[in-house]
């Protein structure tokens, strides 16, 4: 067993957040996650009280999986989780991330040699003040580096006991497979969401084949299926999402009438639409487990409602005819972001 104080409560929660396992041999967590990111970065300015008080909350309410990475701030994130937790290590199955370096003039650039991994993981130990982290990516994989020598740096980071278990994200499946013969792949995370739905092209079997976890990260389409975002006036000049092209102002008035049909299935549901986004992404299979990212309470304690709401078969069927693949304008990224993604 593991040392006090260093962490791995395998999921224990505070209160009634049902629980799923991470996959056939990851570590049991709350059935929703909660993505930091945005505390730090992307989507308008940080509000470091609000953000601590969200972290404590969000333990509180037994939502105890965080997702941070060393890339988020840059730096700042880790060490803002960190703080968050030093008092509540036990409480938590922490997840971090390497590879993914900002910082450059052409975007974020990527660094899978060994190297950088083992560099990465002391720093990221030192900014979140544990001993171990329990869940630690590859961000991106390096098309430089062979899968292979990226996980064999990481599965010796499992030897000398820094790491407990072993994720990717953004991945194909036949990278998974070559990379899951090194060292047993714990979860992928990507992103998945009603109008990302890439996922379902092949990464999600290949995750049930190896009993590999699945974490959808922005599960809420950045934001956009909250029904909160109307317009893209409504986002600041320095939010992330306006470089994004399903974001800009055409494409985004097309994709509203596809929010608008979600918010009236959430209306007839009795919730909000948020709640039925990560309701549907739940009910997609036992070892998928959502991080929504959010930066205020109230937004969390939203997000939490998710994990009661049953959906039906035709719940499901009505949900993905409301929002077809082919009716989504816009890619994920622009170019440049989207040729970090092993597709």
Known sequence: MPAPGNGYAGGTVAVGVKTRRLGARGPTVSALGLGCMGMSQSYGTSDADEAKATLARALDLGVTFLDTADVYGPFVNEELVGRAIADRRDDVVLATKCGLIAGTSAGPSIDGSPEHIRAACDASLRRLGVRTIDLYYLHRVDPRVPIEASVGAMAELVTEGKVRHLGLSEVRPETLRRAH???????????????????????????????VGFVPFSPLGRGFWSGTIRSVSDLGDDDFRRELPRFQPAAFARNLALADRVAALAAERGCTPSQLALAWLLSRGETIVPIPGTKRRKYLEENVGAVDLSLSRSDTERLEAAVPRSEVVGTRYPADRMATVNR
């Open 181 to 211: 013969a090194v060292h047993p792949i714990t979860a992928v995370q990507s992103e998945y969401s009603l109008w990302t739905r890439d996922p379902e092209d092949g990464i999600l079997e290949a995750c049930r084949e190896l009993g």
